[in-house]
Each structure stands twice: as structure tokens, then as C-alpha cells.
């Protein structure tokens, strides 16, 4: 089982950048497939971003392509996301997720989340 704690949420006006991060523990994080996902109040999880641990391919949902970018730093077991040029809808909780696989994501470890608001 990876432990994984998230770290960098806050509240910024709309157009700021923000990195968020993810500390793993435990051997396998580096075997990992990573990704983020998040909540709006009165909504459901969505899919953010992910990325293949060997082929490091990354993944986007369409909200966020061209202004959210995916990394990992293996000897650090920590993934990020840099959040740029923020919108008010990006306000949600945003969880690391760490899967054996790409498409069983929501079957791996989750963290406990960090809030990220963007006001306009």
C-alpha cells in the first residue's frame, strides 16, 4: 500500500499558478501509475491528470490541457502538478492517486486531498 500526502493547495485569484505535490512512501510508488483527480463542492470526483510510470505518458482531461502540467521525481517520490492560469472553476479538492495501472485508477491509494480556491 502507498501512503501519499498532498501539499501546495491555497487561495489565489483567477490567472495565478499554483504547484501542487504529492509525497508517497512505500517502495511500489515508484512503480506507480500517478494521477490527480478533484471535487467541486456538490459535485463528483473528475479525472485531472495522470501519468504512466515507465512510458511516463501523460494524460489530460480536456478542462485543463494546455494549462496543468504532470511530473514526478522518482527519487524524491513525489509527483506534482503545476496549475497555471487558474479559473474559478478549478476551485475544488485535489487528490493524488497512486494505481497499478492507468485504467484502475480509482482501485489505488488515495490521499487525503488539499483545497485549491481561485476567486475571481
Known amino acids: 500500500q502507498v501512503q501519499l500526502a498532498e501539499s501546495g493547495g491555497g487561495v489565489v485569484q483567477a490567472g495565478a499558478s499554483l504547484r501542487l505535490s504529492c509525497a508517497g512512501s512505500?517502495?511500489?510508488?515508484?512503480?506507480?501509475?500517478m494521477a490527480w483527480f478533484r471535487q467541486a463542492p456538490g459535485k463528483g470526483r473528475e479525472f485531472v491528470a495522470a501519468?504512466?510510470?515507465?512510458?511516463?505518458?501523460?494524460y489530460y482531461a480536456d478542462s485543463v490541457k494546455g494549462r496543468f502540467t504532470i511530473s514526478r521525481d522518482n527519487a524524491k517520490n513525489t509527483v506534482y502538478l503545476q496549475m497555471n492560469s487558474l479559473k474559478p472553476e478549478d476551485t475544488a479538492i485535489y487528490y493524488c492517486?497512486?494505481?497499478?495501472?492507468?485504467?484502475?485508477?480509482?482501485?489505488?491509494?488515495w490521499g487525503q486531498g488539499t483545497q485549491v480556491t481561485v476567486f475571481s
Open positions: 501519468m504512466a510510470w515507465y512510458s511516463e505518458t501523460t
Open positions: 492517486v497512486a494505481a497499478r495501472s492507468i485504467v484502475s485508477l480509482y482501485e489505488g491509494s
Open positions: 512505500g517502495r511500489t510508488f515508484r512503480n506507480a501509475d
